[in-house]
């Protein structure tokens, strides 16, 4: 009898043992659900998008820079809404404007929306430009109380922007401010200038390359506002 208790012993023993590595486990699966919290909304124009310059699929920056964040040990959960010619005033080829995408995108739970863009406003005019912004921020901080704010304005591929398009990005950085927001200029930046190659034969939308630059341009400035896992 003493053997055999002896052999239940020893069972008991090594169960409890192959028992006691379950709890690690467990962690990392906490951990896994702790860096997804990192979602973050995306609200932009074809230049978010993509276009038949380039930019599609996992050439767009976004995707890109998803990768890179990863790479950094920061994960996201994006949800973007995004559609070519749109702007805060100016609707886009579906009829909306940043503020329906904003709808779209922003979360409760999001940690970040990033607005970027938009040059298609280029003929509004500036007061009611100003409004439009103002409400589209405002219902993003309505939506997410807790999120940052990251507003990214419209590049330009020459260093000779016309004065609409510094007007938008006046009225942008002003209202982005008034927000409480973090204002990127990429035309203060000189992001695109000097560089044809990033731009397509268009002379509006990047290419492949101009794309896998903006991300390396925007990935800084999305994994300083997130929580590394």
């Not at 055999?4 to 896994?32: I, K």
């Not at 940690?111 to 409400?135: E, H, K, W």
């Not at 901080?141 to 020459?158: C, E, H, K």
Request: proline share 8%.
């Amino acid at each position: 009898m003493s053997r055999l208790l002896t052999v239940a012993l020893s069972l008991v023993v090594l169960f409890a043992s192959g028992f006691a590595q379950v709890p690690e486990h467990q962690h990392r699966e906490v951990r896994h659900l702790d860096f997804a919290a990192n979602r973050i909304a995306v609200v932009g124009d074809s230049y978010t998008t993509g276009s038949d310059q380039g930019g599609n699929g996992p050439k767009g920056w976004m995707p890109q820079v998803w990768e890179s964040l990863t790479d950094d040990g920061i994960a996201v959960t994006p949800t973007v809404a995004a559609e070519g010619g749109a702007g805060y005033c100016t609707r886009g080829n579906r009829g909306s404007v940043f503020e329906d995408l904003t709808v779209r995108a922003v979360k409760p739970s999001d940690l970040l929306v990033v607005f970027f863009g938009s040059r298609n406003d280029i003929n509004v005019d500036p007061t009611r430009l100003s409004i439009a912004m103002y409400g589209t921020f405002k219902l993003a901080r309505q939506i997410a109380p807790s999120a940052d704010l990251l507003v990214i304005g419209p590049p330009w591929p020459t260093a000779d922007p016309p004065p609409e398009v510094l007007r938008i990005r006046d009225v942008l950085g002003y209202q982005a401010d008034l927000a409480g927001a973090s204002f990127v200029d990429p035309i203060a930046a000189r992001w695109f200038v000097g560089r044809p190659e990033l731009i397509g034969a268009d002379g509006v939308h990047p290419t492949d390359a101009g794309h896998t630059y903006m991300a390396q341009k925007i990935a800084p400035l999305i994994g300083a506002k997130l929580h590394p896992f």
